[in-house]
C-alpha cells in the first residue's frame, strides 16, 4: 500500500494519509469513491458539493454551505452580511472549475462565460509571493483563508500545480451528461470515463443502444 505526505488545513500540518481506501476528511465525506491525492482532493470535493444525480447541494443551503466552506478551508467560519454574495461567487466558480475538469477529456477550448467567474475570484485576491520560514519562496494565499475569494484563488493554486505534476489530467467528469460527477481516473490507461460503471456507464451504454434502435423501428 503506497502512502503520501498531504497537507492538512488546520495549523499548514503534515500528515501521512493512504492514497487507496483512506477514510476521507469530513468536508470529503461526500466523495466516497475514486479520491484524487491530497491536496487535489480539495478541488475534486469543491466541485462535488452539486450531486446532480441525486439532486443535491451543499451550496443549496447557506448554513450548510458556511460550514462546508469553513470545513474545507476556503473561508473562515462565523456569520457575515457579505455571505450571498460569497455563495453566489462560490457556485460560480465551481461551474468553472468545472469546466476546467471537463478539459481533461473534451477538445473545446473554455469560453469566455466558463472563465468569467474565475476572473472576478482573480480581481478580488490576486495571488501574492510569499518567503516561509524554510527560506521557500510560493504563491499564496494558503489555506486555510480567511476570505472566500483567497480560498478560490488557493484552489487555482492547487489546479496549477496538479497540472505541472501530471496529476490534473487523472482528474475527469463523468462521461454521463446527466451526472459530470468529478473522479480521480486512477486506471494504467488513464482511459476512464465514468464516476461509476454499474450505474452511469451502464446507463449510458443502454440509452445509446436504444437510439440506435429507434430509427429501425420506424
Known amino acids: 500500500m503506497r502512502t503520501s505526505s498531504a497537507p492538512t488545513w488546520a495549523g499548514k500540518v503534515s500528515v501521512t494519509v493512504t492514497l487507496n481506501d483512506m477514510t476521507p476528511p469530513s468536508w470529503a465525506s461526500h466523495v466516497e469513491d475514486k479520491l484524487a491525492p491530497m491536496p487535489l482532493l480539495v ?19 447557506p448554513d450548510e454551505a458556511r460550514a462546508w466552506l469553513a470545513d474545507a478551508g476556503l473561508r473562515a467560519a462565523g456569520p457575515d452580511p457579505g455571505f450571498a454574495g460569497d455563495l453566489r461567487l462560490a457556485r460560480e466558480a465551481r461551474e468553472s472549475i468545472r469546466a476546467l475538469i471537463g478539459r481533461n477529456t473534451g477538445t473545446e477550448p473554455l469560453t469566455a462565460d466558463d472563465l468569467a467567474p474565475l476572473e472576478k475570484v482573480l480581481g478580488q ?15 499564496g494565499p494558503v489555506l486555510p483563508a480567511q476570505a472566500l475569494a483567497d480560498g478560490l484563488v488557493g484552489l487555482l493554486l492547487i489546479v496549477r500545480d496538479a497540472q505541472a505534476d501530471g496529476s490534473w489530467d487523472r482528474l475527469k467528469l463523468c462521461g454521463n451528461p446527466d451526472c459530470r460527477w468529478a473522479f480521480y481516473d486512477r486506471s494504467h490507461s488513464r482511459r476512464g470515463a465514468w464516476c461509476d460503471m454499474a450505474s452511469c456507464g451502464n446507463r449510458l451504454k443502454n440509452r445509446n443502444l436504444r437510439a440506435r434502435r429507434r430509427p429501425a423501428r420506424g
Open 43 to 61: 478541488v475534486q470535493a469543491f466541485v462535488d458539493t452539486l450531486d446532480r444525480d441525486l439532486g443535491t447541494d451543499i451550496f443549496a443551503h
Open 125 to 139: 485576491a490576486q495571488p501574492r509571493l510569499e518567503v516561509a520560514s524554510d527560506g521557500r519562496a510560493r504563491l
